[in-house]
């Protein structure tokens, strides 16, 4: 149970958090972008794990999740956790993250760990952050592996078809083994400006979709703005949702979760306490639980990105 004072200490830190997205400027003038699209994107291992993968994600795709497991261990108190790590110690960081973590992706490797430790010496602990992504060309994905992994026996394991990584690419100088990722990053992602701008700040777990949420029958939708393109990043107690800067119907978005019918989980179990900034475009919310806030995600349990009528 959060008490009172940590409460409206979140809800302090979320009205803080949006309020710096729009920074006093001259009247007249629009918000300062927050991420901007080079016109030559690349992937960079050293960018957050959301704004990294943006270049490897195909510009047809339509949805991205990612988990920055990295993060995580470090949260869970053990960043020194890899796939050399005792077997107990590796089952309980698993147990404790599926506990208490807002995991978005479960782990691509986890079936194959036994055979990956035995013949190969890494596992699914040695995965820096995992990314997802699905569009009408079919799904695929990404892992980024810490610094110290043989890489030469990731490739083995490739060319050996060892369970979920058959079929694989291996990006060895990028320490990325990848599956339907472009290798093109002018036609990725990270070159188009609203998508790049929703992704990026560091974050436990990051979604981005390329268009909106039906509402369900009986949510009245007719004052919301058409919606393209949004993203959500959930890092400790508080979850950031972008939809692009000027949304006018940015507090109409972040009051829908009020009302949302549906099924258990329902979006109040996992998020309360909505702030929201029309200029940046930002609606914040404090977590009251990563794990069910997580599972609202995967099921775009998402109000605030409901389509227009």
């Not at 994107?41 to 339509?62: I, K």
């Not at 977590?287 to 995600?297: I, K, Q, T, W």
């Amino acid at each position: 149970m959060i008490s009172r004072l940590a409460a409206g200490a979140t809800v302090a830190l979320l009205v803080t958090t949006l309020a710096a997205c729009s920074e006093d400027q001259p009247a007249g003038s629009p918000p300062a972008p927050t991420t901007t699209a080079t016109a030559d994107p690349e992937f960079d291992v050293r960018d957050e794990a959301a704004a990294a993968v943006m270049a490897l994600v195909p510009s047809s795709a339509t949805s991205l999740t990612v988990t920055d497991l990295e993060r995580i261990r470090l949260q869970l108190g053990v960043p020194d956790l890899t796939g050399r790590s005792p077997a107990a110690d590796r089952a309980d960081f698993w147990a404790r993250a599926g506990r208490t973590a807002p995991l978005l992706t479960d782990g691509q490797l986890r079936p194959a760990d036994a055979r990956l430790a035995r013949d190969y010496g890494f596992t699914q602990d040695d995965v820096r952050w995992e990314a997802r992504f699905d569009g009408p060309d079919g799904p695929g994905w990404v892992l980024s592996f810490r610094l110290g992994v043989d890489m030469t026996a990731v490739e083995r394991a490739v060319r050996d078809r060892v369970g979920p990584l058959a079929g694989a690419e291996v990006r060895a100088a990028d320490r990325l083994v990848v599956v339907g990722a472009t290798d093109d990053a002018t036609q990725s992602w990270a070159a188009d400006p609203a998508v790049a701008a929703l992704a990026g700040s560091p974050a436990d777990a990051t979604y981005v979709e390329r268009g909106c949420v039906e509402p369900p029958a009986g949510v009245d939708a007719g004052d919301l703005d058409e919606l393209e393109v949004w993203s959500v990043a959930l890092q400790g107690q508080l979850a950031t949702a972008r939809l692009g800067e000027l949304r006018s119907d940015a507090f109409d978005r972040m009051r829908l979760g009020e009302t949302w019918p549906g099924n258990r989980p329902a979006f109040s179990d996992g998020f309360r306490r909505g702030v929201a900034d029309p200029s940046s475009g930002r609606v914040g919310y404090q977590v009251v639980d990563p794990v069910v806030a997580a599972a609202l995600v995967r099921t775009r349990t998402m109000p605030f990105a409901a389509c227009a009528d």
